[in-house]
Every structure is written in structure tokens, then in C-alpha cells.
Nanobody, 116 residues
């Protein structure tokens, strides 16, 4: 069973930045698709950023231009750099990975709180 662990969440003021990290057992993050999702209470889960096996990236409109997903193969880690954070970005962020889509293995999440 693949274990996925997120880290880097915390409290930040609006306009600030945070960098989330996603690590997984084995070396699968170097080759799998990886995505960051979030789900606010009462809302559907939103895939905010993803990186494919080939390295292409895509973003939800709500974070485009503010968030950047990247992969460090040497560290087997995927990052989500979040800039210009807004109070509405406050939520638990989850990392997930899978061979072709980031849906197979999920972490427990890391909480991001943005104060106004």
C-alpha cells in the first residue's frame, strides 16, 4: 500500500505564501500523475493543480496564476507553491497520486488557514 503524506500547511495572512509538500513511499511520485485537491465544507472536492506523468501541469481557474505545482525527482517530492493567498483558500489540501490520474492513493491532508 502506498502511503502519501502532505506537509507545509499552516496559518498565513492574506496575500502571503505557503509551500505544501507531498511525499510518498517508494519512488512513485517521480513517475506518477500527482494532484492537489481541496474540499471546503458543503462543497465538492476541487482539483486545484495536477502534474502528469509527462510533466504537464494544469490548474483550476480559481488558483491559476497564484499556485504552481512542481516535482523534484531527486527528492521524490511534489510541491504546491501557493502565492497571493486569499481567505477563501482556507481548507484542507490533499495530495493524491495514481499511474495515469491522481486518484488512487490519498494522503490525510494538511490544513491551510488564511487570515484576512
Amino acid at each position: 500500500q502506498v502511503q502519501v503524506v502532505e506537509s507545509g500547511g499552516g496559518l498565513v495572512q492574506a496575500g502571503g505564501s505557503l509551500r505544501l509538500s507531498c511525499e510518498a513511499s517508494g519512488r512513485i511520485l517521480r513517475i506518477n500523475a500527482v494532484g492537489w485537491s481541496r474540499q471546503a465544507p458543503g462543497k465538492q472536492r476541487e482539483l486545484v493543480a495536477a502534474i502528469s506523468r509527462g510533466g504537464s501541469t494544469n490548474y483550476a481557474d480559481s488558483v491559476k496564476g497564484r499556485f504552481t505545482i512542481s516535482r523534484d525527482n531527486a527528492k521524490n517530492t511534489v510541491y504546491l507553491q501557493m502565492n497571493s493567498l486569499k481567505p477563501e483558500d482556507t481548507v484542507v489540501y490533499y495530495c493524491a497520486t495514481g499511474r495515469d490520474s491522481p486518484v488512487d492513493f490519498w494522503g490525510k491532508g494538511t490544513l491551510v488557514t488564511v487570515s484576512s
